[in-house]
T-cell receptor
Framework: DGGITQSPKYLFRKEGQNVTLSCEQN?????MYWYRQDPGQGLRLIYY???????QKGDIAEGYSVSREKKESFPLTVTSAQKNPTAFYLC???????????????FGSGTQLSVL | EDQVTQSPEALRLQEGESSSLNCSYT??????LFWYRQDPGKGPEFLFT???AGEEKEKERLKATLTKKESFLHITAPKPEDSATYLC??????????FGKGTLLTVNP
């Protein structure tokens, strides 16, 4: 089955620690995205990538970093600079990545990150 | 700045009791309005895209409609399996996608 796989499902971070969330897709989509979801708030865009080896900051990129070395993979690192990292993190993809095509997003099942 | 407001925040229905969810928006140049369904602890699942006022789309017990200021998601004779959070999002002329906070729907048997 084609889809987006996020791991782990649950992750705990100690103060001062960097943690990496995995996102892999086998849909052959060009574009991938990271969103953050907090209770009572809409999804907010952290980073997005329209093509391998290129990515752009979203609305709340501070304290996060990404890489896109392979088309299938778009890992997100939550650094120690992110002071309020507790949230539900969602990875998504779309076919071509050009926003003008108005494509729908396909989402993974999410990673819940909590601070110890 | 584009804005999306969903109401109500939560809605509880009895099985078979039809109702509507509202998504009000302000956007510069609407490129598309999206509805997603999200189950607890899962990622959103795409339902519909609407592009212009007057457009309607249906899927099983769900029907989405669009005006120049709002969209409605009508749920006809809902079943307990329709219980979920329903998210609305708009894409404006800058092609940025803005999400609402969602409506939590609970359908009791």
């Amino acid at each position: 089955d084609g889809g987006i796989t996020q791991s782990p499902k649950y992750l705990f971070r100690k103060e001062g620690q960097n943690v990496t969330l995995s996102c892999e897709q086998n849909l052959n989509h060009d574009a991938m995205y990271w969103y953050r979801q907090d209770p009572g708030q809409g999804l907010r865009l952290i980073y997005y990538s329209q093509i391998v080896n290129d990515f752009q900051k979203g609305d709340i990129a501070e304290g996060y970093s990404v890489s896109r070395e392979k088309k299938e993979s778009f890992p997100l690192t939550v650094t120690s600079a992110q002071k309020n990292p507790t949230a539900f993190y969602l990875c998504a993809s779309s076919i071509r990545g050009s926003p003008s095509t108005n494509e729908k997003l396909f989402f993974g099942s999410g990673t819940q990150l909590s601070v110890l | 700045e584009d804005q999306v407001t969903q109401s109500p925040e939560a809605l509880r229905l009895q099985e078979g009791e039809s109702s509507s969810l509202n998504c009000s928006y302000t956007v510069s140049g609407l490129r598309g309005l999206f509805w997603y369904r999200q189950d607890p602890g899962k990622g959103p699942e795409f339902l519909f895209t609407l592009y212009s006022a007057g457009e309607e789309k249906e899927k099983e017990r769900l029907k989405a409609t669009l005006t120049k200021k709002e969209s409605f998601l009508h749920i006809t004779a809902p079943k307990p399996e329709d219980s979920a959070t329903y998210l609305c999002a708009v894409r404006g002329s800058n092609y940025k996608l803005t999400f609402g906070k969602g409506t939590l729907l609970t359908v009791n048997p």
